[in-house]
């Protein structure tokens, strides 16, 4: 008999670290039961974008999501700049059968705009998305309040991008 464990079922997705030319960068809040809201928290705040469906490259998730949440076209590929794996030890609650999720970002940068996207309000608060907002770096770094960020240290990796620092290879994340 076999006994070694069975790979982690993971969720695939892609987002996008949307950098307009003032460096503020674009962020959706995601309120609760949404899966990444833990305990505690009012809400989380995350880039743009969502899960990679059957069949669908991670650039083509990409542009979809985008469209559908923000309203953003994307006219090119836009650099892989960090690969955030979770695990958690009960699955990933909202996604039925999954052990964690694996999220590839994208930096994107833009001219500032009012995100608007394809999606009908009622999509997206289906999606838990209550919010969108720029955020400059400082705000990201002294928020103390009860939402969270994902990744919870989004203030150390984006300090690098909002520096001019693109990695050549994606920047491992935590949680």
Do not use: K
């Amino acid at each position: 008999m076999d006994e070694t464990a069975a790979e982690p079922r993971l969720r695939r997705a892609v987002r996008a670290i949307v950098l307009s030319d003032d460096d503020s960068v674009l962020l959706c809040r995601f309120r609760h039961p949404h899966p990444a809201v833990p305990d505690g928290a009012t809400g989380v705040w995350s880039a743009p974008g969502g899960g990679i469906e059957p069949g669908e490259l991670p650039l083509e998730a990409l542009r979809r999501e985008l469209l559908e949440e923000t309203g953003l076209v994307l006219d090119a590929d836009p650099p892989h700049v960090w690969h955030q794996e979770v695990l958690t030890p009960v699955g990933y609650e909202g996604s039925e059968g999954y052990d964690g999720l694996v999220n590839d970002y994208f930096l994107v940068r833009t001219t500032r705009f009012d995100p608007r996207g394809a999606l009908p309000d009622d999509d997206l608060a289906a999606e838990h998305i209550s919010a969108m907002r720029w955020w400059h770096h400082e705000e990201v770094a002294a928020h103390d309040g009860p939402d969270v960020f994902s990744p919870r240290d989004l203030a150390g990796p984006l300090a690098s991008l909002v520096a001019g620092y693109v990695p050549g290879t994606p920047i491992p994340l935590g949680l």
